[in-house]
């Protein structure tokens, strides 16, 4: 019981993706790129599986996945394109991303990261801490 109620709390603060308190919203780092369109890009240090203890994301070149250890798996359309907005910032350690799954709905995955390693990255909180690791597999 306790570990669901784990995993709902860190579901519930993947699926917010709410802006750091700072004016920029930009999670304590400066000149960052933020754009909004309906393609999907990652980075290339981001690409691949990367594992928690609750939840694991993919991220390959024209998909993005959340994947609870329990419940169904959440990703983005194929082909690079969500069905509603992606946003996202780009710097040289740290990657944003926020998709709209649906059209029109209030479903949405993503959040913000941090390469740690070429084997680590961390999900950063909205004060721009690391709150979680994950390890590539």
């Known amino acids: 019981m306790k570990k ?18 700072d004016d920029k919203g930009n999670n304590g780092t400066e000149n960052i790129d933020t754009q909004e369109t309906t393609t999907y890009s990652p980075p290339d240090w981001i690409i691949g599986t ?25 990703c983005s359309t194929t082909k690079g394109y969500a069905k509603g907005v992606v946003q996202k910032r780009i710097d040289a350690n740290n990657y944003f991303i926020k998709m709209q799954l649906v059209e029109n709905t209030t479903t949405v995955i993503g959040g913000t990261f941090r390469k740690i390693s070429d084997t680590q990255i961390g999900w950063l909180n909205p004060n721009g801490e690391v709150e979680e690791t994950y390890t590539k597999e």
């Open 4 to 21: 669901i109620f784990l995993f709902v709390v860190a579901l519930v603060g993947i699926i917010s993706c709410s802006k750091s308190s």
């Open 50 to 74: 990367w594992k928690g203890e609750y939840v694991s994301y993919v991220f390959e070149k024209d998909r993005f996945c959340v994947k609870p250890k329990i419940g169904l798996r959440n």
